[in-house]
């Protein structure tokens, strides 16, 4: 007879699965060009721009939207959100400024676009996007209107659809489990590789990539105890358990659709 622990210990099993399958997913060794890069930065920071968003609805969610304040019913992981928050949106970047994660990182893509003479398109699309988003126009239409990928226009359609109908747990499960890629240690060997000083060429960039490679370790190790921890504060039955489960494997599944999409694009060039 299977029980609950045993269905447990089988979406644990398959969740860990998932997760190498997305750290192995071969749109890392595409990468092999530095306009592939450069591609593949144009798209990923989209990504950036889709985690800080979830954030920001997961914060809402903790806290309350009402007015007034009140203790926040789960304060440990409101904490953990806070500290993930202050950090993504208001880094004290090393020249001074603070500046967003995707703020940096958009900066870093302007560094590397203007060291091989390219500047193309990336950047300016990014501004277009942004400039909607102010506006309040759906994420979505600001994407089409600024002329980004399919791949890239789906994925922040997926992030509106989290955003809108997903609850607690199910936004928890996407943040700590959508985002478990080497992605960043991958684009600095890769730019060290073909001769560059990341330091002195690109040193927003690198100041980006060193900020998430030291904690990604971390994170990485942490999925296991934070999902507990989760089970603890939020999920008290076997079943609620088993959908947090379901939702993190769908986190990471979706997570590997947008390299499918991604790297479709970069096998073009």
């Known amino acids: 007879m299977t029980t609950s622990v045993d ?12 997760i190498e399958e997305l750290r192995t997913h071969p749109i890392f060794l595409s990468l092999t060009s530095i306009k592939r890069i450069q591609v593949f930065m144009s798209m990923h920071v989209f990504s950036v721009w889709g985690y800080i968003s979830l954030l920001r609805r997961l914060q809402l969610f903790l806290r309350g939207g009402h007015v007034g304040w009140s203790p926040a019913p789960y304060p440990d992981l409101l904490w953990f ?3 993930l928050i202050t950090s993504e949106e208001t880094e004290q970047c090393s020249d001074g400024n603070v500046r967003s994660h995707f703020e940096m990182y ?50 922040i359609d997926n992030i509106n659809t989290i955003q809108q109908h997903s609850n607690t747990d199910e936004l928890l499960a996407n943040i700590i489990c959508g985002y478990t890629d080497p ?39 942490g999925i296991e105890k934070l999902l507990n921890h989760i089970f603890d504060s939020v999920a008290h039955s076997p079943i609620v358990k088993e959908q947090i489960y379901n939702h993190a494997i769908c986190a990471v599944k979706t997570r590997m659709a947008f390299w499918d999409g991604v790297l479709k694009v970069i096998e073009q060039h």
């Open 183 to 221: 992605v960043h240690s991958v684009l600095q060997s890769r730019l060290r590789k073909f001769g560059f000083n990341l330091e002195s060429e690109f040193p927003m960039l690198n100041e980006y990539l060193n900020i998430h490679i030291s904690t990604a370790d971390i994170e990485n190790e």
């Open 7 to 18: 269905i447990l210990n089988d979406k644990k099993t398959e969740l860990q699965k998932s």
């Open 106 to 155: 958009a900066i870093g893509l302007d560094e590397l676009s203007a060291a091989i003479q390219d500047s193309g398109k990336e950047v300016g699309r990014l501004l277009t996007f942004n400039r909607y988003i102010r506006l309040c126009l759906p994420a979505k239409d600001a994407a089409i209107n600024a002329g980004v990928e399919q791949c890239v226009i789906d994925y």
């Open 81 to 83: 959100v806070n500290h």
